[in-house]
């Protein structure tokens, strides 16, 4: 422990001079604490991950394989990766993830819709994922969001990325219904609708923080 003269202040270091005044300390030191050295983490994946991914991997090649040997026309295997995909989604992206909340719900929104258009086609059916199951996805994840940042005690703009992006996907089903793809119109106008309330419900409830948030983002 080093001393200085003139501050009467103890300092633990090794340099020569008072950080505060700049005058020369008195003591050699030598009481300074020791402390291990860093240690950085490992990059190793853990055990059970591993385990679980030759497992994955292990279930995906078997049902592929047996799928094959007793094809009688269905290739349902496709809905056993599907399933093995959206598994390992989850367990990435939420359970192990640390990220925000919001963004681990715009994962799962994105990777489910996607899951679902999969197995349609798999199932070589139509007039359920994209006119329904899609646009109720959309909604129920803006719905999701604002529940959560009506409930948590964190800054509403940690939020606002997510929530934005998650608004203009919910305008998709609406824009698909439009150009033909989609032939069920209630569905998209429900995602939509909740969308558009959602913006003026920003518009009108959010703080001044919140507002200069959104002209940054969309440059107004």
């Not at 402390?35 to 078997?62: C, D, E, M, W």
């Not at 290739?75 to 056993?80: E, H, K, T």
């Amino acid at each position: 422990m080093r001393k200085c003269p003139n501050c009467l202040v103890e300092v633990k270091t090794n340099r020569k001079t008072c950080p505060l005044c700049g005058q020369l300390l008195t003591g050699d030191g030598s009481n300074l604490p020791t402390h291990p050295p860093y240690q950085p983490q490992s990059k190793h994946i853990n055990l059970f991950l591993r385990i679980t991914l030759f497992i994955t991997i292990v279930a995906g090649l078997v049902s592929v394989l047996i799928n094959i040997l007793t094809y009688e026309g269905v290739m349902w295997a496709g809905y056993v990766i599907l399933g093995l995909i959206y598994m390992w989604i989850i367990i990435k992206s939420t359970i192990l993830s640390r990220r925000n909340i919001a963004k681990k719900l715009l994962i799962q929104m994105i990777a489910l819709s996607l899951i679902v258009i999969g197995i349609e086609n798999l199932s070589q059916t139509s007039g359920w994922a994209l006119d329904y199951v899609v646009p109720s996805i959309c909604g129920l994840s803006v719905i999701a969001i604002i529940i959560l940042i009506v409930s948590k005690k964190m800054r509403y703009n940690d939020y606002l990325l997510y929530l934005i992006t998650t608004i203009l996907i919910s305008f998709v089903p609406i824009i698909l219904y439009w150009t033909d793809v989609v032939g069920v119109l209630w569905p998209s106008v429900t995602s939509a609708t909740i969308g558009v309330i959602t913006i003026v419900g920003m518009v009108i409830f959010a703080d001044t923080a919140t507002k200069d948030e959104l002209k940054k983002r969309f440059h107004i």
